[in-house]
């Protein structure tokens, strides 16, 4: 018997920020200990965050397999010394895993029987929580001020899984759209830099 597409999404996503997570840690050549906690903290805090708010187990503690594969890739890019990893490509696991949790934590959500807002909300944090928290510790500009689409890409996953899901598509019809549709927003912005549009003060601040 085949998982159900959610837990495959929600162990891709780990696994894929796990690896970004290692790899900030091992720009700054840092140890392995410190490598596997990058990943973890990467792979894990923003499903952690969720499952806290709404009130729900948190998903690790009951299933440690979640921490396995964070540890897994952690090693896995430490051991290689990134060899092979072309930055260009870790923006790409990035956008999939971004993606893919952004789909996780709005399911999760509507599981809870939380509403559509809500359900997106979660979706995003979900998906954005642990780069910032990467991003803090690794002493670098965060996510949150990218001026190239990001946190938008996460909540267009989120919204369409969330409206598919309310007009009665298949779950893994709705699940794989919104992670498509997380794909091509943000892989827009990595090939063709799309931004949203910026206020400029109009005056000295």
Same mark, same amino acid.
């Given at each position: 018997?085949?998982?159900?597409?959610?837990?495959?999404?929600?162990? *891709?996503? $780990? @696994?894929?920020? !796990?690896?970004?997570?290692?790899?900030?840690?091992?720009?700054?050549? +840092?140890?392995?200990?410190?490598?596997?906690?990058?990943?973890?903290?990467? %792979?894990?805090?923003?499903?952690?965050?969720?499952?806290?708010?709404?009130? #729900?187990?948190?998903?690790? =503690?009951?299933?440690?397999?979640? *921490? =396995?594969?964070?540890?897994?890739?952690? *090693?896995? =890019?430490?051991?290689?010394?990134? !060899?092979?990893?072309?930055?260009? $490509?870790?923006?790409?696991?990035?956008?999939?895993?971004?993606?893919?949790? #952004?789909?996780?934590? #709005?399911?999760?959500?509507?599981? /809870? %029987?939380?509403?559509?807002?809500?359900?997106? $909300?979660?979706? $995003?944090?979900? /998906?954005?929580?642990?780069?910032?928290?990467?991003?803090?510790?690794?002493? +670098?500009?965060?996510v949150l001020l990218r001026r190239?689409?990001?946190?938008?890409?996460?909540?267009?996953? /989120?919204?369409?899984?969330?409206? /598919?899901? #309310?007009? %009665?598509?298949?779950?893994?019809?709705?699940?794989?759209?919104?992670?498509?549709?997380?794909?091509? =927003?943000?892989? %827009?912005?990595?090939?063709?830099?799309?931004?949203?549009?910026?206020?400029?003060?109009? @005056?000295?601040?």
């Amino acid at each position: 018997m085949f998982p159900a597409p959610s837990v495959v999404l929600d162990y *891709l996503g $780990v @696994g894929f920020f !796990a690896v970004t997570g290692a790899m900030a840690a091992l720009e700054r050549r +840092q140890d392995i200990i410190t490598c596997i906690f990058f990943g973890a903290i990467t %792979g894990i805090g923003g499903g952690t965050l969720r499952d806290l708010l709404i009130g #729900a187990p948190v998903f690790w =503690v009951h299933t440690p397999a979640y *921490l =396995v594969v964070c540890v897994v890739a952690a *090693l896995a =890019v430490w051991l290689s010394r990134g !060899a092979g990893i072309n930055p260009r $490509v870790l923006l790409w696991v990035d956008a999939v895993g971004l993606s893919a949790y #952004a789909v996780v934590g #709005a399911d999760k959500a509507l599981d /809870a %029987g939380l509403g559509a807002p809500v359900c997106i $909300v979660m979706g $995003v944090l979900t /998906a954005c929580f642990g780069g910032v928290l990467r991003d803090v510790l690794a002493e +670098q500009p965060s996510v949150l001020l990218r001026r190239e689409i990001y946190v938008t890409a996460a909540i267009a996953a /989120a919204s369409v899984f969330v409206i /598919a899901s #309310a007009l %009665g598509l298949a779950h893994a019809w709705a699940a794989a759209i919104g992670v498509c549709t997380g794909l091509i =927003v943000r892989g %827009g912005a990595l090939t063709f830099g799309w931004r949203l549009p910026v206020a400029e003060p109009r @005056g000295p601040l």
